[in-house]
């Protein structure tokens, strides 16, 4: 049964809402925002600050994407959904995933065209061949597809895989890093190192109403350092109903306990914000991997009350 992820607001919310009150206005729509950072210069500026779903062209530090619609085909009654590293599942009016028990042999065929989407763009490509994983205990599978995908979602869908803004920063708001260190304070280690991985504006819906998705880390995480307090976290901001919510996507913390263990923080980041089942809403596509494995996961946005719910996951060792 889906559960809501919603966590309890944190100290720093009442600043964002009184940097961003309950929305702005942009010129034909009316668009909500749920964080906002001070401007340092007339050349940078939040990713969050925008009040129109129309990807600014002049700010030199943000990347935005929306894709055109391609002539891919789709796969009959479903639409195959794959990370760079495997093959989550698909839907065909349901999500299948290849963590659930029922799961057989995604309807995959050879020559099919394909789109990515990743957090940077969106291509074509053609299937080359279905790959099964026979050594790893379960059935799994890998896509050989031409050119390759070093990070985002392969999908066999026709329609528009980003049909609303997907913003990118490379700046590093301190409103986000505040908000990760009062989220690593609730597990205990309140002034651990942050660096900010990702900043990624979105609107999932297309509802005016943005998102944003911070992925932070400690500086060792991406080399799998295996210190007390080395830390990956992913998590989702929203204004509902006047109120900013956080939601947690991807949380793994190096215990004291798991000193001397085989094992290591998961490092992820997120790869991809696409809509993988033409419903018109965007999921998110989260790629993870540890000192000896990697996984690849999908979050769909159900509502306000849920929010982003789990539907597909798939990973392996190395």
């Not at 839907?91 to 799961?103: I, K, L, N, P």
């Not at 890998?142 to 803004?165: A, F, K, M, R």
Request: charged letters at 20%.
């Amino acid at each position: 049964m889906a559960r809501s992820r919603w966590i309890a607001p944190v100290l720093v919310a009442a600043v964002f809402l009184a940097a961003c009150g309950e929305g702005e206005t942009g010129a034909s729509t009316s668009t909500t925002v749920p964080d906002t950072a001070t401007t340092t210069s007339s050349t940078t500026s939040s990713i969050a600050a925008s009040s129109s779903t129309t990807p600014s062209t002049t700010t030199p530090s943000s990347t935005s994407t929306t894709a055109s619609t391609t002539t891919s085909l789709t796969p009959p009654g479903a639409a195959v959904a794959a990370s760079s590293s495997c093959v989550l599942g698909w839907w065909d009016g349901e999500w299948h995933s290849v963590a659930d028990d029922d799961w057989i042999e995604p309807p995959a065929v050879a020559g099919q065209r394909l789109q990515a989407a990743t957090v940077n763009g969106v291509r074509d490509a053609r299937l080359v061949e279905l790959h099964p994983y026979e050594d790893i205990g379960s059935p799994a599978w890998s896509l050989e597809v031409d050119p390759p995908l070093d990070s985002g979602v392969w999908t066999g869908g026709s329609w528009n895989p980003v049909p609303h803004i997907v913003e990118i920063s490379s700046d590093s708001p301190q409103a986000y890093i505040d908000q990760t260190a009062q989220l690593m304070g609730r597990r205990g280690y309140p002034n651990a190192p942050i660096e900010l991985a990702q900043v990624i504006r979105t609107d999932l819906e297309g509802d005016g109403v943005h998102e944003v998705i911070v992925a932070a880390r400690h500086p060792g995480a991406a080399s799998y350092l295996r210190e007390e307090g080395v830390f990956s976290l992913i998590f989702l901001r929203r204004v509902i109903e006047g109120e900013v919510e956080t939601a947690i996507l991807h949380d793994s913390v190096f215990e004291a306990g798991d000193v001397g263990l085989a094992t290591s923080v998961e490092s992820a980041e997120v790869a991809a914000v696409a809509d993988l089942n033409g419903d018109g809403v965007m999921e998110i596509v989260i790629d993870g991997s540890g000192y000896e494995w990697y996984w690849s996961e999908v979050f769909e946005y159900v509502d306000d009350d849920l929010g982003p719910v789990s539907r597909m996951l798939c990973g392996g060792g190395v």
